[in-house]
């Protein structure tokens, strides 16, 4: 089973920035897309954003025009660039391939 480990959240101003990184344990190609999932206190894991092996990308509708999912192959990670916080996308981020997710990180949209 691939390993997933997340990175690059933290606190940023609303109308901030953050890119999370999810990196993958193996190159191998996996017929499985990428996601991108989020869960706030007190609330359901949701989806944010995914990403195909033929490069679809879908959005939820509430980061559609804000966030922007891609793949780096040279690094082996998917990014989640972040644009335009708000104190509502505040929660735990993490990454999902398959059955295989990472253990989340922390991102925290606070003036």
């Known amino acids: 089973q691939v390993q997933l480990v997340e990175s690059g959240g933290g606190l940023v101003q609303p109308g901030g920035s953050l890119t999370l990184s999810c990196a993958k344990s193996s190159a191998a190609t996996s017929i499985w897309p990428m996601d991108w999932y989020r869960q706030a206190p007190g609330k359901q894991r949701e989806f944010v954003a995914s990403?195909?092996?033929?490069?679809?990308?879908n959005y939820a509708d509430s980061v559609k025009g804000r966030f922007t999912i891609s793949r780096n192959n040279v690094k082996n990670t998917v990014d989640l660039q972040m644009n335009g916080l708000k104190p509502e996308d505040t929660a735990v981020y993490y990454c999902?391939?398959?059955?295989?997710w990472g253990q989340g990180t922390q991102v925290i949209v606070s003036a």
């Open positions: 999902r391939e398959g059955s295989s």
């Open positions: 990403i195909s092996n033929s490069e679809i990308t």
